[in-house]
Every structure is written in structure tokens, then in C-alpha cells.
């Protein structure tokens, strides 16, 4: 059975209320939440009924689409899911859904090549190998870097129109560093993503600095009410990270003239993979290879380098040698120790 559009964003938003358990859901917040969504998404300015929300939680609580969602009433006026884990999201892909998603495939290949779609042409080669392996009609020829235990892939959607829409998110998010979960109101501006591992770039509520949050921490979240976000002045992020390696950055930081030598052996590599889009070749002969980058000193920059073991040289700045120094004496002393 297929479904319409405009059926399919009611679904997604009435799952996106039940899900939020920091919020009591009456037919009435359900109705004005996804009279909100279709005037966003599709233009429809005259609402939704009453009569058809009802329909679709029942059509949810059915098996049509595969969904059986478990929408429960509390005190006869509050709708939620009794499992708190359960998402449609979860819910197996239909037939007829994996033809569209194959035609929409189709369609987008006819456009590449073109200037505009450049970046698109890796996404449209996943997009392909993964339908039609779903649909078990060939075996994987194309493979991607992927980590199948990467938790907080799932937050990405969510999290993606959370920022799109311009809304707060409570999250609850436990670092590497705490043994308890911080819950706290945060303002989300960007999604990166840096070695196939994603982050948000976020303010909390009653801070003023920038700060990353990893999607594999992050526990739950719930959106909030648009009239309390807080956009973030001063930054373009379209640029902001163009300026280092990997995620870590603050305002106040600014980029130095990183001068690396790479032996004969690594220039080949170096040349066809440059460290940053900032990359200038210094020099280049049978002694080595001389670069330069112009870059903001983090922990990204000192574990690329460090990667290149024995076969780099840090020309300079002096600080950054210093640094890497420390870290290596460190390892050394590390191994001595326990052997």
C-alpha cells in the first residue's frame, strides 16, 4: 500500500510527539504540531482535522505499513508510545517504497555530471548499492567507510531539523569524562561529521561559547519551543572549520603557517591526499617532500601528524615540534614502564 507525502509527514511528526516523554501529547497539541509540519514542509496553510489525526494513529496502531505502533491513551486524554524505546522509524521499508526510492535513484544519476551536483555523485552511488542490496536483486559492489557499531546515527535526522527549524533541544548527554548523564537545554547550529564520526556544534542555554557534542554520547533529546532558540551571532559556519583539521576550534583561535617535511617515500601520498585544502607544496625533490598549511594547532592536526610516525618532520612552528615532542616522550616512557 503507498502512502502520500503529506500522510507520510503526519506519521513522521505524530512519532516525533509520542517519542517526547518530557511533554504530555493531547489530540489537540498532536493536531497543531502536525498542522505545523505540513504548512513547513508541503505549504498547507488550512490545518489538519481532527478526524484524520485520529485516522492516522489508528492506521500507525495497525499493521498496513508495518508500523504496529504501541499508542497508548493516558488518563483518557494523553497520547504516547507504551514501549519508550519504540520509533516508526524503525519499521521495515515496504516493496512499493523501495520502487520509489529506485525511480528517485534514477532520476538523480541523470544529473550528474553537472557543476551544481558534483558533491552529490558519492551520495547517489550509496543511495543506489544500499536499495538495491536491501532488495536483495545484487550483492554490495561499492563499499563505503562505515562502522556498524557507531552509536548516534539515529539522532541524525532529528537533530538535522531541529537546526533547520530553529529549535532548542533538551539533550542527555554523557562524555567519555562523566560516569552520569548531563541534561541540559542546548541551541544546535551545525552537523559535522570528521573519519565517519558526527557532532554537533551547539551553545547550552546559560553558556555563550561554542561547544561539540558527539552524536555517540548523546543519549536522548527532545525538541523544544521555537520561541525560546537563540541563534548564534558573529559565526559563518559555511567557513568556520575551513580553517583546521577535524572539529576542534574555538573563536579565539587563529591558523599558523604549519611547515611539515615528509620523506620520498610518503611525498606521493601527501601530494594526491593533501592534509588540508590550504596545502602548498614548498618543495619537492629526492630528499623530500616540503609543505605548508595554514591551519588552527589542535588534537585533529597532532594525531594526523602523528600518524605519519618516523617519516614526518615538523619544520615549524617551534611550539607545535615542541608538542608533538612531548607526546612521543610520553609514548616512550609509557612503554618503558610496562615492559
Known amino acids: ?56 494513529i489508528q492506521f500507525m496502531r495497525s499493521d498496513k505499513l508495518g508500523y504496529n505502533a504501541p499508542i497508548v491513551v493516558v488518563d483518557r486524554k ?5 514501549d519508550e524505546n519504540y520509533s516508526i522509524t524503525q519499521s521495515p521499508i515496504k516493496d512499493e517504497d523501495v520502487d520509489k526510492m529506485k525511480e528517485i535513484v534514477s532520476l538523480l544519476k541523470q544529473f550528474n555530471g553537472f557543476q551544481y551536483f558534483d558533491e552529490m555523485t558519492e551520495l547517489i552511488a550509496k543511495l543506489e548499492n544500499n536499495i538495491y542490496k536491501s532488495a536483495k536483486q545484487t550483492p554490495n559492489y561499492i563499499q563505503f567507510e562505515d562502522n556498524k557499531q557507531l552509536k548516534g546515527i539515529e539522532h541524525l535526522s532529528g537533530l538535522y531539523q531541529a537546526i533547520l527549524n530553529k529549535r532548542p533541544l533538551f539533550i542527555e548527554y554523557k562524555s567519555f569524562k562523566s560516569e552520569e548523564v548531563r541534561k541540559d537545554m542546548y541551541h544546535p547550529y551545525l552537523l559535522k561529521e570528521y573519519r565517519n564520526r558526527w557532532f554537533l556544534i551547539t551553545r547550552s542555554n546559560k553558556g555563550k561559547m561554542l561547544i561539540t557534542l558527539a552524536l555517540d554520547r548523546i543519549e536522548a533529546f527532545y525538541e523544544l519551543d521555537s520561541k525560546l532558540y537563540k541563534p548564534y551571532e558573529g559565526v559563518d559556519f559555511d567557513t568556520y572549520y575551513s580553517e583546521c583539521i577535524g572539529v576542534t576550534r574555538s573563536e579565539k583561535n587563529r591558523p599558523l603557517k604549519i611547515i611539515l617535511k615528509f620523506n620520498p617515500r610518503n611525498a606521493p601520498y601527501v601530494i594526491t591526499k593533501p592534509l588540508h585544502s590550504s596545502q602548498q607544496i614548498i618543495e619537492n625533490t629526492e630528499n623530500g617532500l616540503i609543505i605548508r598549511i595554514d591551519v588552527i594547532p589542535n588534537f585533529e592536526l597532532e594525531r594526523e601528524i602523528l600518524g605519519f610516525g618516523e617519516s614526518i618532520e615538523i619544520l615549524g612552528p617551534k611550539r607545535l615540534k615542541q608538542q608533538i615532542q612531548r607526546r612521543v616522550a610520553k609514548m616512550v616512557q609509557k612503554e618503558k614502564s610496562e615492559n
Open 78 to 82: 494523553f497520547y504516547t508510545y507504551e
Open 1 to 56: 500500500m503507498s502512502t502520500n507525502k503529506s500522510a507520510l509527514i503526519r506519521y513522521k511528526t505524530i512519532d516525533q510527539c509520542l517519542k517526547n516523554r518530557y511533554r504530555k501529547w493531547s489530540l489537540d497539541d498532536i493536531i497543531e504540531k502536525v498542522s505545523d509540519a505540513l504548512y513547513e514542509f508541503e505549504g498547507i496553510t488550512t490545518g489538519v482535522g481532527k478526524r484524520t489525526i485520529q485516522a492516522d
